[in-house]
């Protein structure tokens, strides 16, 4: 079965710094999709950035990129100019696709923190 | 605007009673999901559906029920069945396209807290 791992279960930054949010995953399969949600205290799920395995290069939006290590198997994400909106859960999140079934399995999270 | 709408925002339950979580969509997505969110443990697939008609377990599947009837609705109920009810539960939604890439992501409701005593 697909797992996915936060291993940073809080973490904190100041405002206009860059913050790095690791991400492991473990899958048999080769080619699959990952992605970063954001849940701010509101708890509204919200798609921050996602990541097709088979493109090499790392996905960017805006302010927001990813670290892709196909080979070590890890997704980490990177928040540059950190602003307080930023302060949120962030899950990570694999895509599995075994026996034509999709599914997304996430991570714990990381509760992020920007202070101002 | 389409969305996913999840009602009500809160619902408060005794024990033993059984209990049915709304959830419509009207992104005319196919695929349907239930979540369960606990403090720590990150999202967990209760139930998913790919198809009208048809739906699969997911991981935390004891204890719940859902139908899918009409593609814009996915009910989850919470049965007496289920030991620790009390949580947030997300409804999410996305396409799919059978054997099609699968990188469409999901689009989430606002959830329902849950409260059980």
């Known amino acids: 079965a697909q797992t996915v791992t936060q291993s940073q279960p809080e973490m904190s930054v100041q405002e206009a710094e860059t913050v790095t949010l690791s991400c492991t995953y473990d899958?048999?399969?080769?080619?699959?999709?990952l992605f970063w949600y954001k849940q701010p205290p509101s708890r509204q799920m919200i798609l921050v950035i996602r990541q097709e395995a088979y493109k090499q290069q790392n996905a960017t939006e805006n302010r927001f990129s990813v670290n892709f290590q196909k080979a070590a198997k890890s997704f980490s994400l990177k928040i540059s100019d950190s602003q307080l909106g930023d302060t949120a859960m962030y899950f990570c999140a694999f895509m599995s696709t075994q026996g034509g079934s999709e599914k997304l399995v996430f991570g714990k999270g990381t509760k992020l923190t920007v202070n101002p | 605007d389409g969305g996913i709408t999840q009602s009500p925002k809160y619902l408060f339950r005794k024990e033993g009673q059984n209990v049915t979580l709304s959830c419509e969509q009207n992104?005319?997505?196919?695929?349907m999901y239930w979540y369960r969110q606990d403090p720590g443990q990150g999202l967990r697939l209760i139930y998913y559906?790919?198809?009208?008609?048809?739906?699969q377990k997911g991981d935390i599947a004891e204890g719940y029920s859902v139908s899918r009837e009409k593609k814009e609705s996915f009910p989850l109920t919470v049965t007496s069945a289920q030991k620790n009810p009390t949580a947030f539960y997300l409804c999410?939604?996305?396409?799919?396209?059978?054997?099609?890439?699968?990188?469409?992501?999901?689009?989430f409701g606002n959830g329902t807290r849950l409260t059980v005593t």
């Open positions: 992104l005319n997505h196919d695929a």
């Open positions: 899958t048999s399969e080769s080619n699959y999709y």
């Open positions: 559906s790919q198809i009208v008609n048809d739906f």
């Open positions: 999410a939604s996305r396409e799919f396209y059978r054997g099609g890439p699968p990188n469409s992501p999901l689009h």
